[in-house]
């Protein structure tokens, strides 16, 4: 398949542009946009063989649902059959952004889209694009991040490219997205609400709204049991560069003793070594390849630029990273989230 590259700045939308890259998707076709978050892999939600085409480009496991796109309220009426109080809450202070929230499908989004559950996650992606998108097409987009099955998720147009071209009809290349993780998902189709993956809208801003909310196992640790996963996406391992990731927790002083002394130790066994160290950090480790995620001071950075970082290590041919542990408050959380399942839950505490 051909797959055409849409400039698109989201500074300045070009309409036309737009309305190309919607009448792909009334068509049945499969277009990657860019959200506030990760690149979507977008398709009619109301489409049962579109939705299809989604998963074959990803390679998808097909007991893993999507997420649907809307563009405003009124589109959540034939999304969902019924929103609880909490998630109106929640809408009215999130939306958009990147909050996804699980709620009672509606009949109109076929089983495709939720994997044969009855719920369905939504949310109202905080980009121009997206928005556009959504809107010139009519109709609800489905869509999981734009990556084959298995890799970082895409944050900028050519991690989209080097995963989608030749599988899908079109690629709206339209700049870096600024949150660098997924959305929160947050499910309130049941008594409690129970928060299954940490992303922007972190569990405390959450709970400042609605109270309490539970967290799900497995977000920091593996689950095994079988069916003790309530969140197909949680127990499939994600986010994986080609290298090898470990992560080193810990006091930093004596992580950074502790990668150091694993670097050499790798070094001399052959191995190309990577460090993924923080601005607060580079300057340890300047005889090794090391590339500064981000500001410790300011998560939101290392948010930003972690998807993009593990796909910089393959480029530089890294075997093994090394990688500094953050702390789990705030967007901390999420970015750990990714983390544990890139490293394949490698964890060494220093
Ligand atoms: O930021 C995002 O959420 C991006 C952009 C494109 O919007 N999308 C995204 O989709 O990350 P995906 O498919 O990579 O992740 C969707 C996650 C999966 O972990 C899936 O299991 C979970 O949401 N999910 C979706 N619907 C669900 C449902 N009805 N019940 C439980 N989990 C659900
Ligand atoms: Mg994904």
């Keep these: 398949m051909k797959t055409t590259v849409i400039d698109i700045d989201p500074e300045n939308i070009n309409e036309d542009a737009i309305r190309k890259a919607a009448i792909l998707i009334r068509k049945g076709e499969v277009v990657a946009f860019p959200t506030e978050t990760v690149y979507g892999l977008g398709a009619n939600a109301l489409d049962a063989s579109a939705v299809h085409r989604i998963f074959e480009a990803k390679g998808r496991p097909s007991d893993n649902p999507l997420i649907v796109h809307i563009c405003d309220i009124s589109m959540l009426e034939e999304v969902a059959e019924h929103v609880p109080s909490k998630a109106h809450l929640l809408m009215e202070r999130f939306w958009p952004g990147p909050l996804t929230i699980i709620m009672k499908k509606h009949k109109k989004i076929p089983y495709e889209v939720t994997a044969g559950l009855d719920t369905v996650g939504v949310r109202m992606p905080d980009h121009p694009i997206a928005l556009a998108l959504i809107r010139s097409a009519?109709?609800?987009?489905?869509?999981?991040?734009?990556?084959?099955?298995?890799?970082?998720?895409?944050?900028?147009?050519?991690?989209?490219?080097?995963?989608?071209?030749?599988?899908?009809?079109?690629?709206?290349?339209?700049?870096?997205?600024?949150?660098?993780?997924?959305?929160?998902?947050?499910?309130?189709?049941?008594?409690?609400?129970?928060?299954?993956?940490?992303?922007?809208?972190?569990?405390?801003?959450?709970?400042?709204?609605?109270?309490?909310?539970?967290?799900?196992?497995?977000?920091?640790?593996?689950?095994?049991?079988?069916?003790?996963?309530?969140?197909?996406?949680?127990?499939?391992?994600?986010?994986?560069p080609k290298a090898r990731v470990i992560i080193v927790d810990g006091p930093i002083d004596r992580v950074i003793a502790r990668i150091k002394k694993e670097a050499d130790a790798y070094r001399q066994r052959g191995y190309n070594v990577g460090i993924m160290a923080t601005e607060q950090t580079k300057a340890m480790y300047s005889e090794y390849m090391v590339i500064a995620v981000g500001d410790r001071e300011k998560p939101e950075t290392i948010a930003a630029a972690l998807f993009d970082t593990l796909r910089l290590f393959d480029k530089a041919k890294a075997d093994v990273v090394l990688a500094e542990a953050v702390d789990t408050n705030g967007v901390g959380l999420a970015i750990m989230n990714r983390m544990v399942r890139a490293a394949g839950f490698d964890i060494i505490h220093a």
Excluded: W
């Design 138 to 240: 009519g109709v609800p987009l489905a869509a999981p991040s734009a990556n084959i099955s298995g890799r970082p998720s895409p944050t900028k147009p050519e991690h989209v490219i080097a995963d989608m071209q030749g599988r899908i009809a079109a690629i709206i290349a339209g700049g870096t997205c600024k949150v660098g993780v997924e959305s929160t998902v947050l499910d309130l189709s049941g008594d409690n609400p129970v928060l299954y993956r940490p992303g922007g809208i972190t569990l405390e801003m959450i709970e400042g709204v609605i109270g309490k909310v539970d967290t799900a196992p497995g977000i920091l640790k593996p689950v095994f049991a079988e069916g003790a996963v309530p969140s197909p996406g949680m127990k499939y391992k994600h986010y994986s």
